[in-house]
């Protein structure tokens, strides 16, 4: 245990130089692009394709909770919006894939925000209910419309994305989509961090009195942080749409909810690299442990209670980086 | 037909206020939400069904023995999952332990007791026609036993010592520590109070639809938190108020417009109280003190 402690505690001191972090950049890329060729397995390229997923939904959660500090119990039903809208805009209209993103993040935004105007008042616990209930309203009529969303067997044979004339197809084709979207994710929640607009935001998280006091429309920056997660959320929704090819009512449980939850709050909330890591981790491990599959919710659960007891701000959290770079920088 | 709505509003009602007394006198006391309630009793119901159908055990000391499980668990969850956490951000770190808490649960009872549904019935199921209502055994016992634990939590309350400390530690638990009060263990007994109304609670919704599952605390236990928020949370009135308002709603929705949307009925006046009066109907104003 000890050995582990000194291990950590050693890869915690390591700093790269800019050199070679370009470096290290450029050999992630190569990394990435070489993975599909590398690895001619089809289930190892879906896995990671999920990871990256489930990375991009827990970063897009994580802005509600971490960085906004609202918990949102309903993300699922932001995410299936988003895959709702694009496809029944796809089938119905025979849209583009990405026009129909677009307006299916437009979309769900608005929704998300209109969701969160009647909480803005209340306190945390509530909103968590209101968003769970929302959720299930949604289920409810998604099963239940059968002429708008075919019900319960819900929709198949999705059409490919399209991009100038060359259609998205297969595994290795998606392999790249996802990435290309978790690089943007991750770029524009590095940005997010470090702007103004960012840093407003968790002001108004950690103390709204005060953030009133200092001049910040408080209400502004709780909206548009459920407004910008929700818009993320049903982007995924939409890349989940096409690659699957299929969605029904099942997809979206109220289970998937609380799994992006667990990821939030296992990797750290208000962190980007503890999202990604949360994610990668609570995806990949469940399918390297396929013998234990049927335990795997039983794990979240009690992993949820010990985190909260041990460590409550998660895996990798803002809090011990900060701490973590004041201590090497006192040691200097 | 109105009528009858109304009376199986007022049934199910009944089994609402009884699960939704837990969430509203947990959170009186310690301000959270009790997310694993819900599970609590599916767990105890459970018990009770393996109590009849395995071991035949009489129903009266089934239902004793299911509720006192119940109880116990309650107090455990407390135990483990509310207790030891002492975080700079509390409020948020019990809601997600809660979570994982009610993930926890739900999951091992699928794994111990399997997904499928189960059959529970062991109460008389006859049905009786009183002035053109049509009145099922049942219906009665339901009617019966929730009178029944409503008056005795009312004395337990407003009658003794042990409910005079509860209702100190919900009006402030420092000043009640202060006086003498051992609050570790007033909050210990309000999880188990909570948890024996809904054990009994879960033996009868088990019994009324005739069916024990997993998931059956999610939706029960949704529906009982709306109507403890619609009655003011933290209210004792407030909540059983509040159940037998959800339970008729849901029922008059059900029969009047639309049965595929009987489920959404609740979370939708939920959602319109929270915006209309947050406090809810009964609850008093809460102000945030800086």
Known sequence: ?332 | MFFQHLLNGLIIGGIYAMVALGYSMVYGVLQIVNWAHADVLMFGTFIGMLLATFLHVPVIAMVLLAALFTAILGMAVERVAYRPIKSANRRMAVLVSALGMSTFLQNLAQLVFGSGTRQFKVFDTNAYEIGGMKITGMQILILSVTAVMLLILYIMVYRTKLGIAMRACSVSIDNAKLMGINTNMIISGTFGVGAFMAGVAGILVGNYYNAVYPTMGYLLGMKAFAAAILGGIGSIPGAVFGGFIIGVIESLGAGYISSAYRDAFSFLVMILILIIRPAGLLGAKHIDKV
């Open chain 1, 1 to 332: 245990m000890s050995k582990i402690k000194e291990l950590i505690n050693k890869i915690k001191k390591i700093r790269l130089s800019k050199m070679q972090k370009l470096v290290a950049l450029i050999a992630l890329i190569a990394l990435i692009v070489a993975f599909p060729y590398m690895v001619n397995d089809k289930y190892t390229i879906h896995v990671f394709i999920l990871c990256a997923m489930y990375a991009c939904l827990t970063l897009s959660l994580n802005l509600i909770i971490g960085w906004s500090g609202q918990f949102s119990l309903g993300h699922v039903c932001f995410y299936g919006m988003g895959a709702y809208v694009t496809t029944l805009l796809m089938m119905n209209f025979g849209m583009n894939f990405f026009l129909a993103t677009l307006i299916s993040i437009v979309f769900t935004s608005t929704f998300a925000m209109l969701l969160c105007l009647p909480t803005l008042k209340l306190r945390g616990d509530y909103l968590a209910v209101i968003t769970l209930g929302f959720g299930e309203v949604f289920r409810l009529f998604l099963t239940n419309e059968v002429d708008l969303t075919k019900g319960p067997a819900g929709i198949p044979s999705i059409p490919d994305p399209v991009i100038f004339g060359y259609a998205i197809k297969g595994k290795q084709a998606y392999f790249y989509f996802i990435m290309i979207l978790l690089v943007a994710f991750i770029a524009f929640m590095k940005k997010f961090n470090n702007s103004g607009f960012g840093m407003a935001m968790m002001t108004v998280n950690e103390d709204d009195i005060a953030a009133t006091a200092i001049g910040l429309n408080t209400k502004k920056y709780k909206l548009l942080g459920f407004g910008i997660g929700g818009g993320m959320a049903a982007l995924m929704g939409s890349f989940y749409a096409v690659y699957m090819g299929m969605i029904s009512p099942t997809s979206f449980a109220y289970a998937e909810s609380i799994k992006m939850v667990s990821m939030v709050v296992l990797g750290g909330m208000g962190s980007i690299p503890g999202s990604i890591l949360g994610a990668f981790l609570l995806t990949a491990l469940p399918e390297l442990l396929r013998a234990f599959s049927e335990y795997r919710m039983v794990l979240y659960g009690a992993l949820m209670v010990v985190m909260m007891i041990f460590r409550p701000e998660g895996m990798w959290s803002r809090a011990s980086r900060l701490k973590n770079e004041y201590k090497i920088k006192a040691e200097k």
